[in-house]
């Protein structure tokens, strides 16, 4: 049997009794330094849609000018009989590329730090028509650029526009997406300003609105917008302009810089609207 000397003089109990001490000393610190992170770590900022506004559109004329060859039967079956009666009263088809379609989304980004938070990434996602069955959806990812990127186009790479919650929409949810329907042309955070891939930065206790504007390729929405003339066949033999409505559905995730801590993610929408192919053309 061992006496108390022997333990006292044993280096191997002293460790022994000293192990739990130790291990209730260092808890707390540990504990202490997670804190420190956690709140040291920058807050997400808030990210609030605002609406979207059409920038460019055909006139309701040109489209169905556009159209009506297209959809409405030759009278009593004589080829070009139906292209040159709508061509007296529309005039002319116009080219595919003066139908273009644009329009910018405006986000209101609120930055509670007290340093600046650049916006990094930003997905985003359009349906036609959502509740049709001739929807389109379209999607596109874009990479803001630094200034220390020259020739930067904002062409996203294999990480880009991806996240790891569940609850965040990321491009491997619109896979579906029809090619080149949705086009990126850039972001602007003054009015009037020129679209570009420039990094937009919220200064710290700030916000900016953000406006990215985005186009719809040619071929892919006129191809949806066809069947809105398809079913008014009656007004274009008549000769009568129709009024073109564009349903739309949005959504999206935004990407920000958080410095050493990666990149925050911030989804916005779904949210819907209808955009009206205006009596004259806009923006052409």
């Known amino acids: 049997m061992r006496s108390p000397r022997d333990v006292e003089s044993s280096p191997v109990a002293w460790t022994g009794l000293l ?20 709140e040291a770590r920058p807050l997400l900022p808030t990210v609030t849609y605002q609406g979207a506004n059409l920038v460019r559109s055909p006139s309701q004329g040109m489209m169905a000018a556009y159209y009506c060859p297209q959809v409405v039967p030759d009278p009593f079956g004589v080829p070009g009989s139906a292209a040159l009666a709508c061509q007296g009263f529309f005039g002319a ?62 062409a996203p790479g294999p990480d880009s526009c991806v996240a790891s919650e569940t609850d965040i929409r990321s491009k491997e949810d619109f896979v579906d997406a029809t090619a080149d329907l949705l086009i990126a042309t850039g972001v602007t955070v003054a009015q009037g300003g020129t679209p570009s891939f420039q990094r937009p930065e919220v200064v710290q206790d700030s916000e900016i609105a953000v406006t990215a504007r985005f186009s719809f390729g040619p071929d892919p929405l006129l191809v949806a917008l066809k069947e809105v003339a398809r079913q008014s066949i009656s007004q274009l033999e008549a000769g009568r302009e129709i009024t073109f409505e ?35 053309s806009l923006g052409l």
Request: proline letters at 11%.
């Open 19 to 38: 192990a739990p001490a130790l291990a209730l000393a260092v808890l707390p610190a540990c504990e202490l330094l997670q804190r420190i992170e956690q």
């Open 93 to 154: 088809p116009p080219a595919p590329s003066r139908m273009t379609v644009a329009f910018d989304l405006t986000y209101l980004v609120q930055n509670p730090n007290h340093i600046p938070i650049p916006v990094a990434e930003m997905l985003t996602a359009v349906t036609v028509f959502p509740q049709k069955t001739n929807q389109r959806l379209g999607a596109v990812c874009v990479v803001f650029c630094g200034t220390d990127q020259p020739g930067c186009t904002g």
């Open 246 to 280: 564009v349903p739309y559905r949005i959504e999206g995730t935004v990407w920000v810089d958080l410095g050493s801590y990666g990149k925050g993610a911030v989804g916005f929408g779904p949210a819907e609207g209808k955009w009206v192919i205006p009596t004259s």
